[in-house]
């Protein structure tokens, strides 16, 4: 299970008892098969005795439970059936108190080394859990998040969705207090413009509340200033990463109708259509800007002079793409079908349009975002179970190749690999020897040892396939131009070889 394909489980306060169980569940679901969650970088952990709840434990459990797994805990298979833990042990100290701050990135610098399903979840999250548990305690967690998250940390808004998911509902008092605090406007989004974490936080952390609580309170929740906030957020004096997550938390308040309306009134459509010139552009920013601002022209926010991108982009010279029907319920698919992205709490996951059964394939993928993806080969078989946080690389019939955390995955179960943290630009190849029974990754040329695990399983019937943690995206090259890095052995390729009509390669918006 990749790291956010986490369910969405709702936390009532009367959990008392089974909070560590929950706890468990939801990490095994953000970290299954993808265990960890991205480059954290190493992060200063600053501890006092202040802003902790006084039901929170103390001791060195924390260093224990926040170790990074060996090789042999990594190579376990992650049980998702694992036995409950009532609260804590006849033993068990209480946890110390701890700085808020302290331990928001404690979890962002643990959080990318949890791979299997039966590590003890971070101490960090179990303490920010309990902490949440009240009102202030909750209000203590999210102005934390958003006041120390770094803006440089590529999974920084992936773990924020991650916290605010782990913590309980918010009481509707605490949403208004949450309201007051921040005191939102469009003056404000002026404010600190060379210091764009806070924004970028601040709508991220919008985003996941109007993504929960959709319905009564996500209407509740955007208050004109709100509104107001996110739509400056979105002008081009902004940060991109700030525009880029204004637009994503506008298209979750949208999930709710009555929001959706007030929103299209305020002519973001107008905003829009200047930002979705971005969707070619070569800083990789920028793209996510001009992605999403397309993608919520096509599906959300339309205007009535603009030509919907499907009725317009050329695909004479594509015959492979992505399965619009044969993908995950959240993931966004490009009007073209070679580009993807998830901006849910989910694990999304697709396949492209063109099987194998023979010969020697290859594709490449450009990587847009550098968090965690599970990118290979996987057969009919292989199952897409999103809110449970399994995709590709987590059953017998998929392999993956992981360059955020480093791993190759096959049958839910993770082994390092020995490239570099991709970035983003660079490219990874995927060939596929059927004649050999091996598959083959590369990034940027270079090559890995040959997987050859799956063939146990399944010999035929291969499909390009790819997962997606929050906030990821990347482009698909099948063929349909030059590849960058093509590998010395003779190859085909799904663009010379498959054929779509017409009307199968339209993607129409939802």
């Not at 793209?287 to 926010?301: E, I, K, M, T, Y």
């Not at 990821?472 to 590849?483: I, L, S």
């Amino acid at each position: 299970m990749i790291v956010f394909g986490w369910a969405v489980f709702l936390v009532s306060r009367s959990l008392g008892q089974g909070l560590l169980l929950t706890l468990e569940e939801h990490i095994a679901h953000f970290l299954g098969t993808r265990g960890a969650t991205a480059t954290m970088g190493n992060s200063c952990i600053c501890r006092d005795d202040s802003g902790a709840e006084d039901s929170v434990d103390n001791q060195q459990q924390q260093a224990e439970n926040s170790a990074v797994p060996t090789a042999d805990t990594r190579n376990q298979p992650r049980d998702p059936v694992r036995p409950p833990r009532r609260g804590r042990g006849p033993h068990e100290p209480r946890r110390k108190k701890q700085n808020v701050d302290g331990l928001v990135l404690d979890t962002l610098a643990v959080i990318r080394t949890l791979v299997d399903n039966d590590q003890e979840p971070p101490y960090s999250m179990i303490t920010l859990h309990e902490m949440a548990e009240t009102d202030e305690g909750w209000l203590d967690v999210v102005q934390s998040l958003i006041r120390v998250i770094p803006l440089e940390d590529p999974l920084g808004p992936a773990v924020i969705t991650l916290l605010l998911d782990e913590c309980p509902l918010p009481t509707k008092d605490a949403l208004q207090k949450l309201t007051e605090i921040l005191n939102l406007n469009g003056e404000v989004a002026c404010q600190d413009s060379g210091h764009p974490a806070k924004h970028r936080n601040t709508s991220a952390v919008l985003g996941c509340l109007a993504e929960k609580l959709a319905g009564p309170a996500s209407i509740g929740l955007l208050s004109p200033g709100i509104l107001e906030y996110l739509l400056q957020c979105l002008k081009l004096q902004s940060h991109p990463t700030v525009m880029l997550f204004a637009l994503i938390a506008l298209e979750k308040f949208a999930q709710t109708s009555e929001n959706k309306l007030t929103i299209s009134e305020s002519s973001i459509s107008d905003r829009l259509i200047t930002l979705e010139s971005w969707a070619d552009d070569p800083d990789y920013l920028k793209r996510q800007v001009g992605f999403c601002a397309q993608w919520s022209l096509d599906n959300l926010f339309l205007k009535d002079s603009r030509q919907l991108t499907y009725e317009k982009v050329d695909l004479n010279s594509i015959r492979a793409m992505l399965n619009s029907n044969d993908v995950s319920e959240y993931l966004k698919i490009s009007p073209h079908g070679l580009e993807a992205r998830c901006d849910a709490s989910s694990f999304e996951s697709v396949r492209c349009t063109f099987c194998v059964d023979a010969g020697v394939w290859y594709y490449e993928v450009t990587v847009i975002t550098s968090g965690v993806m599970q990118i290979g080969w996987a057969t009919r078989d292989s199952k897409f179970l999103n809110h449970e946080g399994y995709g590709i690389g987590d059953d017998e019939y998929s392999c993956a190749y992981d360059g955020c955390r480093q791993l190759i995955w096959y049958n839910a179960r993770s082994k390092p690999h020995l490239h570099p943290c991709w970035r983003e630009g660079d490219t990874v190849g995927f060939l596929l020897d059927l004649n050999e029974k091996q598959m083959i990754f590369f990034l940027n040329g270079n090559q890995l040892p040959p997987e050859k695990q799956v063939f146990s399983s399944t010999v035929s019937g291969f499909f390009a396939a790819a997962s997606f943690m929050s906030y990821q995206q990347c482009e698909f090259n099948f063929g349909a131009k030059p590849f960058k890095y093509p590998p010395s052995m003779k190859f085909s390729t799904f663009n010379d070889y498959a054929f779509l009509t017409a009307e199968e390669k339209i993607i129409l918006p939802r």
